[in-house]
Every structure is written in structure tokens, then in C-alpha cells.
């Protein structure tokens, strides 16, 4: 599978503080973002949250969940390998299947998920864990997209 590019967001100030000005709709994206994973390998799902994060060029979002990823013991090597899970020998087919699928959703063209990286998802995942797996790609990619919209800031 050839590696997608990387996106490259400009590093820009702030535009808004996106969560002051709409709590609500903000509190509601993180629900959904706790709920979308329920059930589903908290590794699993730290790896799909970066990994979607990285691609976005979601400099706030990666960092924040590199973060939250290592606080559940996730290593600097694995975290540092993932732009090239496909080649290294560090994940598990588990999670080298969920993160085939992040890549594919999140890069989603006019094809959509191709028929072999779903399968391949499908043959590691139930079909429960695989609906949160699907849920837990669209509820990063989301926030990905509105904190790069608003130009939230890395974290430190």
C-alpha cells in the first residue's frame, strides 16, 4: 500500500478559540469521541486518533493525543513509527489493519474504502469492534477538521 501524503497545514495563529465559542457543540464532538470508542481497544483507538491527526496535519490534535497515548503507555518508538506502520515491524496485524482503515477513511476518495483494507479490518475485528473502529476514525477526523479550521494551536 504506497504511503499517502502527509497533509501540510501551515502553521498559522489562532483564529478563534473554537471550544469558548461553541461549548456545547465542542462538549457534544468530545461525547461523541468517548462514545465512538467504547468497546474498542484504548490502544488501538490512541493509534487511530494519532495516526488521522498526523495525516490531517492536525498539529493540536496530534500532540494532545501523543500525549494522552503515552500517559496509557504507548512508547516514543511506536508513536515516532507511525507515519510508516506498513514496513515496520512494531504493530500487531490487529492494529496494522485498524490503522490501514484510518488511512483509508481518512483519505477517502472517490472509490471510498477499498473492498481489501475492509476485509482485512473485518477478519481482526468483530463487527462491533469494527463499527467502533468506523466510529471512532469519524469522530477524529471531525475534530481534526474543525481545530484546523479554527487554527487552534499545538499544545505543549
Not at 498559522?12 to 457543540?25: N, V
Not at 488521522?52 to 498539529?59: I, L, T, Y
Amino acid at each position: 500500500m504506497a504511503m499517502p501524503k502527509l497533509a501540510d497545514t501551515p502553521v498559522q495563529a489562532p483564529r478563534m478559540d473554537l471550544f469558548a465559542a461553541s461549548p456545547d457543540s465542542y462538549q457534544a464532538m468530545l461525547t461523541f469521541l468517548v462514545a465512538a470508542g467504547t468497546g474498542l481497544d484504548p490502544g488501538i483507538a490512541a493509534l487511530v486518533k494519532v495516526r488521522a491527526s498526523v495525516m490531517n496535519g492536525c498539529g493540536f490534535c496530534t500532540k494532545l493525543h501523543e500525549s494522552l497515548a503515552q500517559s496509557m503507555g504507548e512508547t516514543e518508538e511506536r508513536l515516532s513509527a507511525l507515519p510508516g506502520w506498513a514496513v515496520a515491524s512494531l504493530f500487531t496485524p490487529r492494529e496494522c489493519a485498524a490503522l490501514a482503515l484510518t488511512e483509508a477513511v481518512t483519505i477517502l476518495g472517490n472509490g471510498g474504502v477499498p473492498d481489501e483494507v475492509y476485509d482485512r479490518a473485518a477478519q481482526e475485528f468483530d463487527e462491533a469492534e469494527l463499527a467502533q473502529l468506523i466510529w471512532t476514525i469519524a469522530a477524529i477526523n471531525a475534530l481534526n477538521r474543525a481545530s484546523i479550521a479554527a487554527g487552534m494551536p499545538s499544545v505543549s
